[in-house]
């Protein structure tokens, strides 16, 4: 009964936060600001530009030593008509393999599903951030170093393959 | 805006869990924390388990705070990519906003519940990377975890993935106990620090003037 009730209550606390989160994010393309890098670490994001589609504050979430995966959050931003990321990778030195997830709450749990496109507005920002769309970064073939860049190829159904190169970053 | 809808559904949860459980009475301290509060407060006081952290060193320690301190515990996994690592983060972050006399009061223990690839060496390398006092709590008694989550109100569940491996689900709270074993505070997922690190102050004030 006491688990019941307080899955009804966590599940109502979050589907708030996240409501609020994603309507905050389409419509302004930030992080919130309990997650955002501080402004200085942010300057040296990836960012990169194909066709009518602008990846923006390309970053990779730092993992303590022998962390088996990690994130990867941007921006992406269509000017004009929609768009959908159907693949992200990694160079294979870096990890095995690059999956697109969501974190989401379900039934007063966190999970994480894996999404097999992610959807980009036409004239819209979509937001890959913590606690919601992410890029999952899986089988880390080392330790990571702050400040090292990863290439990471992003391949969008009409804008084909764009690549930005994103610093791994403390947050 | 955001913070906005979390103090309402914080407000609205609150109202739920006096409903739901059709408490009342003893309205302890409570005064003025942004995270959740429980009535009656939970005791996980009496929950132990087996700390491979530089503290426990692998024995059993009670998940309670030293005399006057705070401890902070979460339930996750260290191959977990986003709201593990965000959460941690948060806490960090909230930690550094605190004056010295107050974080030195605060230890953050992380229980884990993939004790299969989160093993003692993974646990302190992860649990460690975060913070400067710590435990890192792993047992591989499913039970024995399955009581303390119960305790805390957390759960878990492990479900094989596509791709042969399997999927960990989890609550995502952030609990704070004291000295005495009791449940004072809990942050949903996504809490913004400034809100973590006042509540911690807030407790950590009420607890010196008393």
């Known amino acids: ?171 | 805006m955001s913070r906005t809808l979390i103090t309402a559904a914080a407000v609205l949860a609150g109202a739920l869990l006096l409903a739901g459980c059709g408490g009342g009475g003893a309205g302890q301290q409570a005064t003025g924390l942004t995270g959740f509060t429980r009535d009656p407060v939970p005791q996980v006081g009496g929950v132990s388990l087996p700390d491979v952290g530089p503290v426990g060193k692998g024995k059993s320690v009670p998940m309670r705070a030293k005399p006057g301190n705070l401890l902070v515990v979460y339930f996750g996994f260290a191959s977990c990519p986003d709201i593990c690592p965000t959460t941690l983060s948060d806490v960090r972050g909230a930690l550094k906003r605190l004056p010295v006399e107050q974080r030195t009061r605060v230890e953050v223990a992380m229980v884990t519940v993939d004790p299969k690839r989160d093993t003692a060496k993974v646990m302190r390398s992860y649990v460690g990377h975060f913070f400067e006092s710590w435990r890192a709590y792993r047992t591989t008694d499913a039970a024995a975890l399955a009581d303390a989550e119960k305790a805390f109100g957390a759960s878990h569940s492990i479900t094989p993935s596509k791709s042969g491996g399997y999927d960990v689900v989890h609550s995502a709270f952030t609990y704070v106990v004291d000295d005495q074993g009791r449940l004072l505070v809990e942050w949903p997922f996504a809490m913004p620090r400034r809100d973590i690190s006042q509540d911690l102050s807030t407790i950590l004030e009420e607890d010196t003037n008393t």
Request: glycine share 8%; net charge positive.
């Open chain 1, 1 to 171: 009964m006491t688990t019941i009730t307080r899955r009804a209550i966590t599940t109502i606390a979050i589907a708030a936060t996240t409501a609020g989160g994603a309507a905050t994010a389409v419509a302004h393309g930030d992080m919130p600001a309990s997650t955002s890098p501080t402004p200085s670490t942010m300057a040296k994001a990836g960012k990169a530009t194909k066709a009518n589609i602008t990846v923006s504050k390309a970053v990779v979430r730092m993992v303590p030593p022998g962390s088996a995966n990690t994130a990867a959050y941007m921006n992406i931003r269509s000017k004009g008509m929609p768009d959908r990321l159907l693949r992200a990778s990694v160079p294979k030195s870096f990890a095995m393999k690059t999956e697109l997830h969501r974190s989401m709450m379900v039934d007063g749990q966190m999970k994480m599903v894996q999404q097999k496109s992610i959807a980009i507005p036409r004239n819209g920002t979509r937001v890959l951030k913590m606690g919601s769309f992410h890029l999952m970064i899986m089988g880390l073939t080392g330790n990571l170093v702050a400040g090292k860049r990863i290439r990471i190829t992003l391949t969008f159904q009409k804008a084909g393959r764009v690549m930005v190169s994103a610093p791994i970053m403390e947050m």
